[in-house]
């Protein structure tokens, strides 16, 4: 199983930037996909979720609002759109892929990481 998220970068405080990961050596469809971040000397947090289906997400109070959780079940692919960004979103960002994830946050698989720097 590979999870590859792309997207990362440089970008200022009130910028946007959208994510994206490819996954493959799976049944895409039939796993809950999200997205959690790490940033330095902390642990790793939730950022949110969406279903097998597409019909349900669900994020951390910090993000709601400002990030939203899409996935293309024909190309693999789940995103994470990310709006009006603050310093304190820096962070590594990996994808992840669980059978229960949207329920119980815990992760089969995880991507690699991309990295994401907000600038005040």
């Known amino acids: 199983v590979q999870l590859q998220a792309c997207g990362g970068g440089l970008v200022q405080a009130g910028g946007s930037l959208t994510l994206s990961c490819a996954a493959s050596?799976?049944?895409?469809?039939?796993?809950?996909m999200g997205w959690f971040r790490q940033a330095p000397g902390k642990e790793r947090e939730f950022v949110g979720t969406i279903n097998r289906s597409a019909d349900g997400t669900d994020y951390a109070d910090s993000v709601k609002g400002r990030f939203t959780i899409s996935r293309d079940n024909a190309k693999n692919t789940v995103y994470l759109q990310m709006r009006s960004l603050k310093p304190e979103d820096t962070a590594v960002y990996y994808c992840?892929?669980?059978?229960?994830?949207?329920?119980?946050?815990?992760?089969?698989?995880w991507g690699q990481g991309t990295q994401v720097t907000v600038s005040s």
């Open positions: 992840a892929a669980g059978r229960f994830l949207v329920t119980t946050k815990r992760s089969d698989y």
């Open positions: 050596g799976l049944t895409f469809r039939s796993y809950g």
